[in-house]
Protein backbone atom coordinates (compact mmCIF):
# COMPACT_ATOMS: atom_id res chain seq x y z
CA UNK A 1 0.00 0.00 0.00
CA UNK A 2 1.59 3.58 -0.97
CA UNK A 3 1.66 6.13 1.60
CA UNK A 4 0.54 9.64 1.50
CA UNK A 5 3.32 11.86 0.34
CA UNK A 6 4.69 13.67 3.67
CA UNK A 7 3.72 10.71 5.16
CA UNK A 8 7.44 9.20 5.45
CA UNK A 9 10.64 10.92 7.27
CA UNK A 10 12.57 12.79 4.58
CA UNK A 11 15.14 11.05 3.94
CA UNK A 12 13.15 8.18 3.27
CA UNK A 13 11.24 10.42 0.69
CA UNK A 14 14.83 11.51 -0.50
CA UNK A 15 15.73 8.41 -1.24
CA UNK A 16 13.13 7.42 -3.65
CA UNK A 17 13.29 8.76 -7.08
CA UNK A 18 10.21 8.98 -9.13
CA UNK A 19 9.52 6.68 -11.77
CA UNK A 20 8.49 9.06 -14.55
CA UNK A 21 9.50 12.43 -15.94
CA UNK A 22 7.89 14.96 -13.85
CA UNK A 23 5.43 17.15 -15.39
CA UNK A 24 3.24 20.19 -13.97
CA UNK A 25 0.02 17.49 -13.75
CA UNK A 26 2.20 15.02 -11.52
CA UNK A 27 3.77 18.08 -9.14
CA UNK A 28 0.01 19.25 -9.10
CA UNK A 29 -1.06 15.96 -7.58
CA UNK A 30 1.93 15.46 -5.56
CA UNK A 31 1.22 19.15 -3.82
CA UNK A 32 -2.38 18.78 -3.44
CA UNK A 33 -1.97 15.48 -1.18
CA UNK A 34 0.67 17.26 0.94
CA UNK A 35 -1.43 20.23 1.26
CA UNK A 36 -3.70 18.38 3.03
CA UNK A 37 -1.38 18.22 5.78
CA UNK A 38 -1.45 21.92 6.36
CA UNK A 39 0.94 24.66 4.56
CA UNK A 40 3.70 22.64 2.87
CA UNK A 41 6.77 22.79 4.75
CA UNK A 42 9.10 23.01 1.56
CA UNK A 43 12.16 23.92 3.42
CA UNK A 44 12.21 20.66 5.59
CA UNK A 45 11.52 18.46 2.43
CA UNK A 46 14.86 17.24 0.03
CA UNK A 47 13.91 15.53 -2.72
CA UNK A 48 16.27 13.85 -5.47
CA UNK A 49 16.58 16.53 -8.50
CA UNK A 50 14.83 15.33 -11.21
CA UNK A 51 15.61 17.99 -14.32
CA UNK A 52 13.83 21.31 -15.03
CA UNK A 53 10.40 21.81 -16.17
CA UNK A 54 9.65 24.12 -18.88
CA UNK A 55 7.81 26.61 -16.23
CA UNK A 56 8.34 30.51 -16.14
CA UNK A 57 7.98 33.17 -13.95
CA UNK A 58 7.26 36.64 -15.75
CA UNK A 59 8.38 40.00 -14.30
CA UNK A 60 4.53 41.05 -14.06
CA UNK A 61 4.16 37.65 -12.09
CA UNK A 62 2.55 35.54 -14.92
CA UNK A 63 3.03 32.11 -14.59
CA UNK A 64 3.88 30.21 -17.95
CA UNK A 65 3.87 26.16 -18.65
CA UNK A 66 5.47 25.48 -22.26
CA UNK A 67 5.18 28.82 -23.29
CA UNK A 68 1.40 29.05 -22.08
CA UNK A 69 -0.17 31.50 -19.17
CA UNK A 70 -1.77 29.03 -16.41
CA UNK A 71 -4.71 31.12 -16.46
CA UNK A 72 -6.27 28.77 -13.68
CA UNK A 73 -4.95 30.94 -10.60
CA UNK A 74 -5.99 28.25 -8.04
CA UNK A 75 -3.29 26.30 -9.73
CA UNK A 76 -0.95 29.22 -9.70
CA UNK A 77 -0.98 29.69 -5.71
CA UNK A 78 -0.83 26.09 -5.50
CA UNK A 79 2.46 26.15 -7.66
CA UNK A 80 3.79 28.98 -5.58
CA UNK A 81 3.00 27.39 -2.37
CA UNK A 82 5.64 24.81 -3.07
CA UNK A 83 8.22 27.28 -4.82
CA UNK A 84 11.81 27.63 -2.88
CA UNK A 85 15.03 29.22 -3.65
CA UNK A 86 18.24 27.28 -2.74
CA UNK A 87 21.34 28.70 -1.91
CA UNK A 88 22.59 27.80 -5.63
CA UNK A 89 20.25 31.19 -6.69
CA UNK A 90 18.03 28.85 -8.23
CA UNK A 91 14.29 28.48 -8.42
CA UNK A 92 12.44 24.91 -7.82
CA UNK A 93 9.21 23.59 -7.21
CA UNK A 94 9.51 20.82 -4.66
CA UNK A 95 7.35 18.26 -3.05
CA UNK A 96 8.46 15.68 -0.53
CA UNK A 97 9.64 13.39 -3.75
CA UNK A 98 10.44 15.32 -6.19
CA UNK A 99 12.08 18.76 -6.88
CA UNK A 100 12.08 20.40 -10.46
CA UNK A 101 13.62 23.34 -11.68
CA UNK A 102 12.11 26.19 -13.27
CA UNK A 103 12.76 29.62 -14.52
CA UNK A 104 11.93 33.61 -12.93
CA UNK A 105 12.73 36.60 -15.01
CA UNK A 106 12.97 38.72 -11.86
CA UNK A 107 11.19 38.10 -8.18
CA UNK A 108 8.81 35.54 -8.25
CA UNK A 109 5.96 37.67 -6.94
CA UNK A 110 4.62 40.52 -7.32
CA UNK A 111 3.12 42.92 -4.37
CA UNK A 112 -0.06 44.54 -5.99
CA UNK A 113 -1.63 46.38 -2.75
CA UNK A 114 -0.38 47.12 0.50
CA UNK A 115 -2.34 48.75 3.28
CA UNK A 116 -1.30 50.92 6.18
CA UNK A 117 -1.99 49.74 10.06
CA UNK A 118 -1.18 51.75 13.43
CA UNK A 119 -0.56 54.80 11.07
CA UNK A 120 1.99 57.13 12.68
CA UNK A 121 5.60 56.24 14.26
CA UNK A 122 4.51 52.27 14.62
CA UNK A 123 3.04 51.68 11.33
CA UNK A 124 2.95 48.63 9.37
CA UNK A 125 3.03 48.05 5.80
CA UNK A 126 1.27 45.27 4.93
CA UNK A 127 1.61 43.79 1.50
CA UNK A 128 -1.06 41.39 -0.76
CA UNK A 129 1.28 39.65 -3.47
CA UNK A 130 -0.30 38.16 -6.58
CA UNK A 131 -0.85 34.71 -4.91
CA UNK A 132 -2.91 35.74 -2.36
CA UNK A 133 -0.32 35.91 0.49
CA UNK A 134 0.45 39.02 3.05
CA UNK A 135 3.26 40.04 4.43
CA UNK A 136 3.96 42.54 7.21
CA UNK A 137 7.00 44.49 6.19
CA UNK A 138 9.68 44.85 9.50
CA UNK A 139 12.84 43.52 10.24
CA UNK A 140 11.86 39.78 9.43
CA UNK A 141 10.55 40.96 5.72
CA UNK A 142 12.55 44.09 5.08
CA UNK A 143 11.86 46.25 2.19
CA UNK A 144 15.10 47.00 -0.27
CA UNK A 145 15.58 49.02 -3.49
CA UNK A 146 17.59 48.53 -6.41
CA UNK A 147 18.55 51.04 -8.91
CA UNK A 148 19.30 50.63 -12.91
CA UNK A 149 23.00 52.13 -12.61
CA UNK A 150 21.95 53.23 -16.48
CA UNK A 151 18.86 55.21 -16.07
CA UNK A 152 18.46 55.22 -11.68
CA UNK A 153 15.18 53.82 -12.21
CA UNK A 154 13.87 51.81 -8.67
CA UNK A 155 13.57 48.43 -7.99
CA UNK A 156 11.60 47.73 -5.05
CA UNK A 157 11.36 44.45 -2.80
CA UNK A 158 9.39 43.37 -0.15
CA UNK A 159 10.83 40.16 1.30
CA UNK A 160 8.07 37.51 1.81
CA UNK A 161 9.42 33.85 2.81
CA UNK A 162 13.04 32.14 2.83
CA UNK A 163 15.10 33.28 0.16
CA UNK A 164 11.69 34.62 -1.81
CA UNK A 165 10.98 38.04 -2.61
CA UNK A 166 8.14 40.26 -4.13
CA UNK A 167 8.46 43.14 -6.63
CA UNK A 168 6.49 46.09 -5.18
CA UNK A 169 4.27 47.51 -8.43
CA UNK A 170 4.44 50.69 -9.82
CA UNK A 171 1.57 52.27 -8.57
CA UNK A 172 1.91 50.83 -5.16
CA UNK A 173 5.64 52.19 -4.73
CA UNK A 174 4.33 55.98 -5.81
CA UNK A 175 2.12 55.33 -3.16
CA UNK A 176 4.60 54.50 -0.62
CA UNK A 177 6.82 57.65 -1.89
CA UNK A 178 4.24 59.80 -0.38
CA UNK A 179 5.28 57.87 3.27
CA UNK A 180 8.69 58.05 2.65
CA UNK A 181 10.68 59.83 5.64
CA UNK A 182 14.38 61.43 6.07
CA UNK A 183 16.09 59.80 8.63
CA UNK A 184 20.40 59.70 8.77
CA UNK A 185 20.44 61.47 5.20
CA UNK A 186 18.25 58.76 3.69
CA UNK A 187 15.01 59.13 2.26
CA UNK A 188 13.30 56.28 3.01
CA UNK A 189 10.19 54.30 4.62
CA UNK A 190 8.98 53.26 8.17
CA UNK A 191 7.51 49.74 9.26
CA UNK A 192 7.43 47.42 11.67
CA UNK A 193 9.68 49.67 13.59
CA UNK A 194 12.67 49.58 10.85
CA UNK A 195 13.70 51.93 8.48
CA UNK A 196 14.27 51.01 5.32
CA UNK A 197 16.17 53.55 2.91
CA UNK A 198 14.96 54.11 -0.87
CA UNK A 199 17.44 57.25 -1.86
CA UNK A 200 20.07 59.34 -0.42
CA UNK A 201 18.16 62.85 0.81
CA UNK A 202 20.50 64.11 -1.36
CA UNK A 203 19.24 62.85 -4.39
CA UNK A 204 15.46 64.23 -3.81
CA UNK A 205 14.11 66.99 -6.26
CA UNK A 206 13.41 69.56 -3.82
CA UNK A 207 16.41 68.61 -1.75
CA UNK A 208 18.00 72.02 -2.83
CA UNK A 209 15.00 74.07 -1.84
CA UNK A 210 15.32 72.58 1.55
CA UNK A 211 18.99 73.05 2.10
CA UNK A 212 19.78 76.17 4.27
Known amino acids: MSERPGSRPDHEAASRAPETQPSAESLAATARAA ?5 PPVHL ?3 PFCGDLDIRIARDGTWFYLGTPIG ?4 VRLFASILRRDEDGRYYLVTPVEKVGIRVDDAPFV ?3 FR ?3 PGPDQRLVFTTNVGDEVAAGPDHPIRVERDPATGEPAPYVHVRGR ?4 IDRKSFYRLVDLGVVEDGW ?3 RSGGAFFPVIPAAELPDAGAEAP
Request: charged share 30%.
Open 187 to 189: FGL
Open 116 to 118: VED
Open 164 to 167: LEAL
Open 72 to 75: RMAL
Open 111 to 113: AVD
Open 45 to 47: WNP
Open 35 to 39: ARRGP
